[in-house]
């Protein structure tokens, strides 16, 4: 859980630029936040609120208003992913973080001001554990209370089903090749074009 008071948490914050030399989705958790969880030397920050033995194995984060903005980088998702993360709860994304959060199975949940506000708040005065449930569409706090968030219902069966793009097309396999083996004997002088 990170609730460091933080706006506008930007792409370059969550994984900087030299990080963003490949296109592999593994290998990117150690440049999470890199330049706020590491001292020049290299070694650990141990003020970063991922470091602190209580919230080094987070899977959610919980942040300040904007999170995600700056360049559209798929490789921020990515990196949160690789370090562990399976949802960021703000009370606003950038669009395209956003988007790309769904994409790649990462899931961003909106609450209102005061909900983020006493999530941070409960893990300050160190309960930390907070709960998503996707299907019922809330947050549990480490104190009990429950918060109701919206998610499209596409991307919340999508999210449920573990299914990106990829994964939904290939769930059409099937009708794609029905309409191929038909298209193949209605127009065969298109076969191998």
């Given at each position: 859980m990170l609730f460091r008071s933080i706006r506008n948490i930007n792409t370059d914050m969550i994984i900087p630029k030299q990080y963003l030399k490949t296109i592999k989705r593994t290998g990117l958790g150690t440049g999470l936040f890199s330049e706020l969880r590491y001292r020049d030397d290299g070694s650990e920050n141990?003020?970063?609120?991922?470091?602190?033995p209580a919230y080094r194995n987070s899977k959610i984060i919980v942040a300040e208003d904007n999170f995600g903005c700056g360049s559209s980088r798929e490789h921020a998702p990515w990196a949160l992913m690789d370090f562990g993360i399976k949802a960021v709860i703000s009370t606003s994304f950038a669009d395209i973080f956003y988007n790309n959060c769904f994409q790649n199975g990462l899931l961003p949940v909106v609450l209102k001001a005061e909900e983020v506000q006493q999530l941070m708040d409960e893990a300050r005065g160190g309960n930390h554990v907070t709960s998503i449930d996707l299907e019922a569409q809330t947050v549990t706090s480490p104190s009990g209370a429950v918060f109701r968030f919206e998610i499209d219902p596409n991307r919340k069966a999508k999210m449920l089903r573990g299914l990106d793009a990829i994964g939904e097309t290939l769930q059409a396999?099937?009708?794609?090749?029905?309409?191929?083996?038909?298209?193949?004997?209605?127009?065969?002088w298109l076969e191998g074009a």
């Open positions: 141990p003020d970063f609120i991922l470091n602190k396999a099937p009708s794609i090749d029905l309409y191929e083996q038909k298209r193949a004997l209605a127009q065969p």
